[in-house]
């Protein structure tokens, strides 16, 4: 197991690429504490990882309030002793281009997607330097290396992972919308949350530990198009 006894923090775990991450590093022998804003989502998510034998614990907590973000890192040490993985996965995004976004919008997906994951890392990174160890990835969208001309201006400037369904309903004709995201992929399909978790999992693995400051592209091609 490539996590075996590793002490993972995820963020926005209880859904998409987070809860997919959570369930592979549990596999991997990883200790994995979830947060999230609904706690129904974070309770059903740790309920269905019981029925596979993972054990996965679970936080109440909004990257966006500071507060919250030094709770669940503290929470996470104080139930595992440290903090060997943090992987800042939560992200919120809207549609509007920029003349049309209101400043609350963008303050509200700026704070989310960008202060979210430094608030994460500033209380995760003295625990890791303690333990002279740590690995902390944060997971962004291709808008975060192109532009869209599709309206996300605030997604777009914040780079953040995109919740595929809400983004197809803001669409008058879902399965269009659907098409479009489909078509600006070489590969021709979009992706699924397992092989994004597959990618992390692959830079938190000790065997690549050497590998840091760097950008992992997993787009289906869209980003060398």
Known sequence: ??????????????????????????????????????EQILLETAAEAKTENLEIEYLVSDVSKEEDCKAAVDYTVSKFGRIDILFNNAGVSYMGVTHETSTELWDKTFDINVKGIYLMSKYAIPYMTEEKSGCIVNNSSILGLKASRAGFAAYSSSKYTPMMDDLFDEWDDREAGEKRYISVHPIGRLAQPEEIAHAVLFLCDD???????????VDGGMSAK
């Open 207 to 217: 065997n690549i530990k050497f590998m840091t400051g760097t950008m992992l592209s």
């Open 1 to 38: 197991m490539k996590l075996k006894n590793k002490i993972a923090l995820i963020t926005g775990g209880g859904t998409g690429i987070g809860k997919a991450t959570a369930f592979l590093f549990a596999k991997e022998g990883a200790r994995v504490v979830i947060t999230g804003r609904r």
